[in-house]
């Protein structure tokens, strides 16, 4: 390509990403200028401010917060809401984790009870201690009845819902472990008294907190109703049409209206654990009030307009929301982020009598397609130059990150069609078939609504039909692809995130071969292929390896092997921005990558 001289204005720059067809060939110095301008630019006006570990002010009760969801709640129920991300939001602002692990001094911090980890190396086994702390307690709304939390709230959870297959939870995966011998055992956890209780491992590992760090339940509720009616019964529990004022809390709100396709309510929990210097319980806000929006444009609209408090920028729209911040509200910034989407293709031999089985079971094709995902393009103009490419499979914060290790297969359409006629593809008439003289055609799910997905797949879409395969997007509610990927698996590919990996033991369902979220192919009795078995062996010794020296060579030849089967192609990290309105102090608001918005401990300024 030769290189061209292109000055463009900001106005231009905008309206030519409007539109994927008519932006220009553009150099990848000449990329990577507009974007290094546009940054300069759009960080200048905003406020950088990460948290690293600052004690937090403390500030006044009152006021309300005004906010918003994309969609109703699918239940208020605990055990059902991990199938739903929204419910799963709501019903948590009700509970507390046992501990908390904080990214910045890379400690574990006690939030509901206290540990201590107990090694003993001559019998190799390891127990980890909580200690509820006393001044926790389950309350109701409008109501002076309190009863303290206990040991019985984990451990039923742990044991009768976690730990009951007919419940269908997804932490039942992670109560057990592979042995020395290659047989799995379970980590118990056991009662000791009314506030203390032990996860007790059959052997030592090196990450226990994540194999212990959950959540509860009112096991004086939960427990009659499994007793009564089994795990039906407990299913039966906090439906959406039952008033949620009755839902105790142990965390800061009460959930204490909702009004369907309208309005979520909740009120502060006065009764919280978490004091400041001055008795206050944390959040200071009296109540939050969620408007159901249904999708991101109106969400915005209300931001402009002054009708809520905080508002989440999609890349198409940071410009216009720096741009107008004038005093009403700040608009803070952070590095890219920690995690990516990725792209995934369905390698289930249910689906063997597809011709899409054949093709994304060599990773020959899934290295090509990794080559044909112009990143810089996607850069460009899906986050209007405010994003980078993810080659790395750890992010930054993890212990294991090595950044030598990388991504080969990077945009080369050249090598992508090498690699695809290594496999026996043929093009012929502009497009690419098998060695069965199956077309290459397959589709790509996305969710539907959002901009940013849609815009990256139309980008691939388009690059691969420049070298012979078309590619179908289809966009399916997030429920909808959760019920594919779990049970169904009559899918073709797919965009999806799955959070971040910042401890390499992470994705204990995910990236082991008998995971129930092993996204290509979940839940084998055996490993499907060689690579996987030894991507099984490694994460199973680098979890029980304690010495980092030895820790790290295992989990860097595990890095190795997924960077070069491609199972999952990373896509993108933006950058991410933050605005809240001004009417409400600062003082205790942080905004980083590792964090995203701290917002907690956020109040209003005094006279507002």
Request: net charge negative; with cysteine; hydrophobic share 35%.
């Amino acid at each position: 390509m030769n290189k061209k001289t292109i000055c463009i204005s900001m106005g231009i720059l905008c309206f030519l990403m409007a539109s994927c067809s008519k932006i220009p060939e553009m150099t990848l110095e000449e990329i990577e200028l507009h974007s290094q301008n546009l940054n300069a630019e759009l960080i200048q006006k905003t406020l950088s401010k990460p948290w690293t570990g600052q004690e937090f002010k403390a500030g006044n009760v009152g006021g309300i917060w005004y906010d918003t969801i994309l969609s109703d709640p699918k239940t208020f129920n605990q055990v059902i809401a991990e199938r739903d991300g929204t419910s799963a939001s709501i019903v948590s602002m009700t509970l507390e984790y046992l501990s908390d692990y904080d990214m910045t001094t890379r400690e574990w911090k006690p939030r509901a009870a206290y540990y201590q980890i107990i090694t003993d190396e001559e019998a190799n086994t390891l127990t980890v201690r909580f200690t509820i702390r006393d001044d926790f307690y389950w309350t109701w709304y409008g109501s002076d009845k309190k009863i303290p939390v206990t040991s019985d709230d984990f451990v039923f959870w742990y044991n009768e819902i976690d730990g009951d297959p007919d419940m269908g939870s997804n932490g039942y995966g992670s109560q057990w472990i592979l042995m020395e011998d290659g047989t799995e055992a379970h980590i118990d956890c056991k009662k000791i008294d009314d506030k203390t209780f032990e996860f007790i491992y059959p052997r030592i590992v090196a990450d226990p907190m994540l194999s212990t760090n959950m959540k509860l339940c009112p096991s004086f509720i939960f427990k009659p109703a499994k007793e009564k009616n089994g795990a039906e019964g407990i299913k039966a529990l906090f439906s959406i049409d039952k008033d949620p004022k009755e839902i105790p809390s142990c965390g800061m709100w009460y959930i204490t209206e909702y009004i369907p396709a309208q309005r979520l309510v909740f009120t502060r929990n006065p009764n919280y654990w978490d004091k400041d210097s001055n008795g206050n319980s944390i959040p200071y806000p009296e109540q939050r009030i969620y408007q159901i929006v249904g999708d991101t444009n109106t969400d915005y609209l209300l931001f402009k307009q002054g009708q809520t408090e905080v508002y989440s920028p999609t890349p198409e729209q940071v410009e216009d929301l720096v741009a107008n911040q004038k005093e009403d509200y700040t608009v803070f910034n952070a590095d890219g982020s920690m995690g990516s989407s990725m792209w995934s293709f369905n390698q289930n031999p249910q689906n063997k009598d597809k011709p899409y089985y054949n093709w994304f079971t060599k990773k020959e094709f899934r290295q090509a397609m990794s080559c044909l995902f112009n990143r810089d393009r996607v850069a460009l103009q899906t986050y209007r130059g405010l994003a980078e490419a993810k080659y790395d499979f750890f992010p930054e914060v993890n212990p294991y990150f090595n950044p030598d290790i990388t991504l080969k297969y990077k945009y080369n359409p050249k090598q992508a069609e090498e690699l695809l006629q290594s496999i026996g593809f043929v093009k012929k008439d502009g497009h690419y078939y098998d060695d069965k003289g199956n077309k290459i055609e397959f589709d790509l799910l996305i969710s539907s609504g959002g901009t940013t997905a849609n815009d990256m797949a139309q980008i691939i879409t388009d690059e691969c039909s420049k070298v012979g395969i078309t590619i179908n997007v289809r966009q399916v509610d997030f429920q909808k692809q959760v019920e594919m990927l779990t049970s169904t698996y009559d899918w073709q590919s797919i965009f999806i995130g799955l959070g971040k990996n910042l401890f390499p033991s992470q994705g204990a369902n995910v990236w082991p071969s008998y995971g129930n979220l092993h996204l290509w192919y979940p839940l084998q009795e055996t490993p499907a292929t060689d690579w996987e078995a030894r991507v099984d062996y490694l994460y199973n010794e680098g979890s029980f390896t304690i010495d980092h020296d030895k820790a790290k060579a295992i989990w860097d030849e595990y890095q190795e092997i997924l960077l070069e089967q491609c199972p999952v192609i990373y896509l993108m990290r933006s950058k991410s921005f933050f605005a809240i309105r001004n009417k409400w102090d600062l003082t205790n608001v942080y905004y980083d990558n590792r964090n995203s918005a701290l917002i907690d401990n956020v109040y209003l300024k005094e006279g507002r």
